[in-house]
């Protein structure tokens, strides 16, 4: 829903791709729905789906894709569905690096990326010697982003903190046992408040369309979850950081490029997401709607001038930013205020109260069933 509203809002004709079920399929924006296949497990089989659908249009539909399987699909699979489909993708080798945190801390080194030092912990192979060079206390994550296979050994958040090279020992029998490629990180201290980020558009000449920053506000978890209260901001050293990364890696695209400031106000950059996501709807409601830049870029309208996003604009997630903000001891009576407040909201609006209505509905009965 994150996606098709900035897009639905703009009047930009919509299908979607999803389970049944999801809430996506109910929305007043999804003129159409198509059936889904799991990308990581049956990537031919959403391929030859989206085929189908293209080939019985008038003109060649333009792609769009949020998770890392998507944006993997979409990469490997470029030159079939670059037939049908118009889209924007950054190269290839580029792609495997940011998607595989392995990759991604070669590439760090190779372009001095400023990533936390790191190592890499592979299924049945003794621990890598640069483990016992980290500084403690330090997180541990998943090579690529596949939560069935995270959950087991994390739990529901990103990561797993680690605080000393006791708990590490104690750990590792778990760490080497598991089917999971991790990768091992210094942390970086402070709380999910300091997590910032700039997203950026940037077209096949190299220019830079559309850009803005980011702070989120709580996550569920409290460490290393996942966001469900976010904000707009206007950060001059996150944007300069940012532009200057893209133009080290020479990315072409959409991307997110998360940092953490550390005390020190140093910003340090956790991962590079090529791919869109939940941040473009609040960046729509502030001014700066990238997926309609990319669109109007792949049909040939004109852009206009280049936009300026408005800071403070917010996005909640309502159903669970209320547990968070809970946890952080905010009172019924300061939240709900706020989040009605919230300019952009998961699922929940008036124009379009479906999603919310029918989704939550499936979503209860899926449950009772199973």
Not at 109 to 125: D, F, H, N, Q
């Amino acid at each position: 829903m994150d996606l098709l509203r900035p897009l639905g809002l703009a009047g930009v004709p919509c299908a979607v791709v999803a389970s049944p079920g999801a809430a996506v399929r109910f929305s007043r924006f999804a003129r159409t729905a198509l059936d889904w296949a799991d990308p990581w497990d049956q990537p031919a089989r959403l391929v030859d789906i989206l085929v189908r659908f293209a080939g019985t249009q008038p003109e060649p539909p333009v792609l769009y894709y949020e998770a890392d399987r998507d944006l993997l699909l979409v990469s490997r699979h470029r030159e079939r569905l670059a037939q049908v489909f118009r889209f924007v993708v950054p190269d290839a080798a580029l792609v495997e690096d940011l998607v595989d945190k392995a990759r991604f801390q070669t590439l760090a080194r190779r372009l001095r990326l400023p990533v936390p030092p790191g190592c890499i912990v592979r299924p049945g192979e003794a621990a890598p010697p640069e483990l016992a060079e980290l500084r403690f206390p330090v997180v541990v994550k998943p090579l690529t982003r596949r939560s069935e296979r995270w959950e087991p050994l994390g739990g529901s958040g990103k990561a797993l903190r680690v605080e000393s090279p006791q708990a590490m020992r104690e750990l590792l029998p778990r760490l080497v046992g598991t089917e999971l490629p991790l990768v091992v990180q210094e942390l970086v201290p402070g709380p999910e408040t300091e997590v910032e980020s700039y997203h950026v558009y940037v077209d096949g000449r190299g220019e830079t369309v559309g850009e803005f920053t980011g702070k989120k506000i709580r996550t569920v978890r409290a460490e290393y979850g996942h966001s469900t209260a976010l904000k707009i901001t206007d950060t001059a050293d996150v944007a300069t950081l940012g532009r200057e990364l893209v133009r080290r890696l020479d990315l072409k695209g959409v991307a997110k490029l998360d940092f953490k400031r550390a005390p020190s106000g140093e910003l340090y950059l956790l991962e590079i997401n090529a791919r869109f996501n939940l941040w473009h709807h609040p960046g729509a409601m502030a001014g700066v709607n990238l997926p309609v830049l990319v669109y109007r870029d792949l049909v040939g309208l004109p852009r206009g001038a280049p936009p300026r996003a408005r800071a403070g604009v917010r996005w909640c997630k309502p159903w669970q930013d209320w547990i968070a903000a809970r946890a952080a001891g905010i009172p019924l009576r300061r939240w709900l205020p706020w989040a009605l407040g919230c300019e952009a909201k998961r699922m929940i609006s008036r124009d379009d109260p479906l999603p919310f209505l029918f989704g939550g509905l499936w979503e209860v009965g899926r449950r009772l069933a199973g």
